[in-house]
């Protein structure tokens, strides 16, 4: 059973509008959580994390809020650009740096 | 900078043959893990290594085997492949530290036939 859960496969943005990407996990005991973002043919480039001690953590264009009563966390990528169309892969991560991943958001960008 | 290869980068094979997968990293770091991407699955961990000689089973490690005789190389073995193992396959590394980085390398598709 999948404990981290992205319940949207794709999602489509206007450039320069805001995108927002969501993330459920099952386990209370999480404390640290991570962005990847993907290019078709590449690795997993690390974009952005917080821990659980943090509710929210800004880089730039980047800002992840997490809700820990709610299991729930978001990224926000304000204002969205054409390099930014790419799978956005959410992830949680435990003592030994095991991630265990999200099925991936497909994010286009559109002009 | 993940500094990770993997090679081969594209393999097609047939159902039980065995294949090995490398993973070199140029820097001294502590971890390695070996993980697959299939469609609907996000990256799922095979296993990983936390030093020289030092493995241990991930989420999906049955069919694998792994080795690592020396830090900067992590094998990923496949003893008898089969269509299940067709995958895209990922390496990564990871500092000492519980909140370091994990970086990527470039993947290697698998294709068993």
């Known amino acids: 059973d999948q404990q981290v859960k992205q319940n949207s496969p794709s999602l489509s943005v206007q450039e320069g509008r805001i995108s927002i990407l969501n993330c459920d996990y099952t386990n209370s005991m999480f404390d640290y959580f991570l962005w990847y973002k993907k290019y078709p043919a590449e690795g997993p480039t690390f974009l952005i994390s917080?821990?659980?001690?943090?509710d929210k953590n800004e880089d730039g264009r980047f800002t992840v809020f997490l809700n820990k009563s709610a299991k729930h966390l978001s990224l926000h990528i304000v204002p969205s650009q054409p390099g930014d169309s790419a799978v956005y892969f959410c992830?949680?991560?435990?003592?030994?740096?095991?991630?265990?991943f999200g099925a991936g958001t497909q994010v286009v960008v559109t002009p | 900078d993940a500094g990770i290869t993997q090679s081969p980068r594209h393999k097609v094979t047939e159902t039980g043959t065995p294949v090995t997968l490398r993973c070199h990293q140029t820097e001294n770091h502590r971890y390695m893990y070996w993980y697959r991407q299939d469609p609907g699955h996000g990256l799922r961990l095979i296993h990983y290594?936390?030093?020289?000689?030092?493995?241990d089973k991930g989420e999906v490690s049955d069919g694998y085997s792994v080795s690592r005789s020396k830090t900067e190389d992590f094998l990923l073995t496949l003893e008898s492949a089969t269509s299940s193992q067709t995958s895209v396959y990922f390496c990564a590394n990871k500092g000492a530290f519980s909140t370091d980085t994990q970086y990527f390398g470039p993947g290697t598709r698998l294709t068993v036939l």
């Open positions: 992830a949680t991560s435990d003592s030994w740096g095991k991630l265990q």
């Open positions: 917080i821990s659980s001690i943090k």
């Open positions: 290594s936390y030093g020289v000689k030092d493995t």
